[in-house]
């Protein structure tokens, strides 16, 4: 009998050690994350916080972690789970306090994160809210029945004495009321409107972008303006006549009526991530009145490629002398396709290069092999594989971890990742 158990349970742990090698082989973090994306931007919220909750479990160290909570914490938020997106979002800035995707963090998500920092409970007890609400809802009935009592009691009081005032001071300042009266008068007479026809979409970086902008002079009479445009400095946004133009429109007389057609016209900086906002205001200022003024706020947003790189060996444990294949996953997970890509990977010392034989690649002297990668897509990635052999002269449980950059030549920017690592193991 306990020959038996001991069979059956052997059996079992040769099972389990067989699904678990199939379902490791089967899932690949990159391929998960592009399906989460997908997900993503098919409104799917619930499906893309499955899929980035099973590449966290199967691949805990994954490059792919700050797009992964990014992603996680927006599709939670979408799907009306509060505290999901809270922590997820606290998670990310904890982790990458340094990641240049901060900056396309949503306001609304910053302000979860700190409410999950500071220790508060987002998921509440329905009947003690309620019970909670309909308390406060007859307490606040209540102070606003005494304060509007009271609020009328004072605005009679006050009414009275400015009656009383008035009918004293009346002769002595008229005269001032009457040139107060006027210059109100003026004031209001002075109306703009602006209109910036927005929902172009985002701008690429490294391109010149505009807003088309119209200015009319809406008052009673004919007007001085003062133009301003205010962006971040490395915008160098200004107020133009045309899309195409350098000169800035600063100054302008408008008649009854007469409308000024321009453009704001941006500089989208090369190193904007790819969803980044940054406000504009355009402000039309009395050249008469210097406190009357109207402004017109919009948003521009970035578009750029948001390239990630995996690279690993074939699988997690090898031997000693083992000839296998080394894998580099490139994906572009932002709204421009990444064009005119090097990749340049650093194996570990432990392994050896012996070709890249679906590509054409370059070895510096410092052993790093270059390949390019003429362009990977929106939603998309490129695989390279490599043929190497791990050196004879390995020790056991020594770790192999390589390292990747990805370099965008037509935007001259540098991306590095850590590779993921494989340890050597005694050979059967």
Request: glycine share 4%; net charge positive; with cysteine.
């Amino acid at each position: 009998m306990k020959c038996m158990l001991r069979s059956i349970i052997l059996s079992l742990f040769l099972l389990l050690i067989t699904l678990t090698a199939a379902y490791s082989a089967e899932i690949d973090d990159s391929t998960v994350f592009v399906d989460a994306f997908n997900a993503f931007q098919q409104k799917d919220y619930l499906l893309a916080i499955e899929k980035c909750e099973q590449l966290n479990q199967a691949f805990p160290d994954s490059p792919l972690r700050d797009v992964t909570l990014l992603l996680i914490a927006r599709a939670s938020l979408k799907a009306g789970d509060n505290a999901r997106a809270a922590k997820s979002a606290f998670l990310f800035s904890t982790e990458f306090p340094d990641s240049s995707l901060k900056t396309s963090v949503e306001e609304e998500l910053k302000v979860l994160a700190g409410r999950h920092r500071k220790g508060e409970v987002l998921a509440a007890d329905k009947a003690l809210q309620s019970a909670a609400r309909k308390v406060s809802s007859e307490r606040i009935a209540r102070e606003r029945a005494a304060e509007l009592k009271l609020e009328m009691e004072r605005t009679a009081k006050a009414k009275a004495e400015q009656d009383r005032i008035a009918r004293l001071k009346q002769e002595e300042e008229r005269r001032e009321r009457e040139r107060i009266i006027a210059e109100k008068l003026a004031k209001a007479n002075i109306k703009v409107a602006i209109a910036i026809r927005e929902g172009a979409g985002a701008v690429p970086v490294g391109t010149t972008g505009s807003l088309p902008i119209e200015i009319t002079n809406n008052g009673k009479s004919s007007e001085e303006f003062m133009f301003t445009v205010t962006a971040p400095k490395e915008y160098e946004a200004i107020l133009a006549k045309t899309e195409k133009s350098d000169e800035a429109v600063s100054r302008l007389q408008l008649a009854v009526g007469e409308s000024f057609r321009g453009f704001v016209v941006f500089k989208m900086p090369s190193d904007m991530v790819d969803g980044h906002r940054s406000a504009v205001t355009i402000r039309a200022a009395s050249a008469k009145f210097s406190d009357i003024n109207f402004h017109k706020d919009a948003v521009l947003i970035s578009s750029a490629p948001l390239v990630r790189a995996v690279a690993k060996l074939a699988k997690p444990k090898v031997t000693s002398g083992e000839r296998l294949r080394y894998r580099v996953t490139v994906l572009n997970v932002g709204s421009l396709p990444a064009n005119n890509l090097t990749v340049r990977l650093q194996l570990p010392p432990q392994i050896e290069f012996i070709s890249a034989p679906d590509f054409s690649f370059r070895q510096e002297s410092n052993g790093i092999i270059a390949i390019k990668i003429d362009q990977v897509d929106i939603g998309k990635l490129s695989e390279i594989g490599l043929d190497v052999k791990i050196r004879d002269d390995v020790t056991i449980g020594q770790e192999l971890r390589g390292h990747v950059e990805v370099i965008n030549e037509s935007l001259q920017r540098k991306e590095s990742f850590n590779a993921s690592a494989s340890v050597v193991v005694r050979a059967r």
